[in-house]
């Protein structure tokens, strides 16, 4: 099994930008990928970017050229750098991952934290 904890998320002005971190502890060898997903009011859990081991990244059309994932490897961290915020920005990012190099099939989340964009 995987554990993540998330910090990094607040209250900012539209313009503004945040930096998301996520630790993972447990098997973190089984992690073939990990991502950030976002829920805002009323929506689904939607996936913002995502990384693999080997360092390859997705985004989501709404994150390209203001976020940009990451992650560090000797700390088993994963970073989301978010730049220009928008008020449509505002959701509980979730940090995700899976245990599929160990045949694990099952998600992991982080318990998620709230970016708030003001207008």
């Known amino acids: 099994q995987v554990q993540l904890v998330e910090s990094g998320g607040g209250l900012v002005q539209a313009g503004a930008s945040l930096r998301l971190s996520c630790v993972a502890s447990g098997d973190t060898n089984c992690m073939s990928a990990m991502g950030w997903y976002r829920q805002a009011p009323g929506a689904e859990r939607d996936l913002v970017a995502a990384i693999t081991n080997f360092d390859t990244t997705w985004y989501a059309d709404s994150a390209k050229g203001r976020f940009t994932i990451s992650k560090d490897n000797s700390k088993s961290a994963l970073y989301l750098e978010m730049i220009s915020l928008k008020p449509e920005d505002t959701a509980v990012y979730y940090c995700?991952?899976?245990?599929?190099?160990?045949?694990?099939?099952?998600?992991?989340w982080g318990q998620g934290t709230q970016v708030t964009v003001s207008s």
């Open positions: 995700n991952t899976d245990g599929r190099l160990c045949g694990d099939e099952s998600d992991y």
